[in-house]
């Protein structure tokens, strides 16, 4: 193998494991925390470090119809809304 095959084995390597990583943490943070609605915020890129994975974390702005306010690292999963959806007292869904 030769160093340009070697960089590409690696550098696919390495976009693989981002690839995996973001997309389960942005399964994880999805919803406003308060009232499960859908929210956006400000599109900030931040470092993330191959070695520590687990300490990434999205420092975007959230503001929230609610009244709630925080960063993206505080949002919850979607899973917490569908399971709320099962309850007679529904969240009212934002479209
Ligand atoms: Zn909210």
Not at 26 to 54: I, L, Q
Request: include cysteine; proline fraction near 5%; hydrophobic fraction near 25%.
């Amino acid at each position: 193998m030769n160093d340009a095959e070697e960089f590409k084995r690696k550098h696919d390597e390495y976009q693989k494991q981002y690839d995996e990583f973001m997309k389960k943490y942005y399964e994880e943070h999805v919803v406003c925390p308060k009232c499960f609605s859908r929210t956006s915020s400000t599109y900030v890129g931040y470092g993330f470090d191959f070695k520590h994975p687990e300490q990434y974390k999205d420092e975007n702005h959230v503001k929230c119809k609610c009244g709630w306010a925080g960063i993206y690292h505080d949002l919850v999963p979607i899973k917490h809304l569908i399971e709320d959806l099962s309850l007679p007292n529904k969240p009212k869904l934002d479209h």
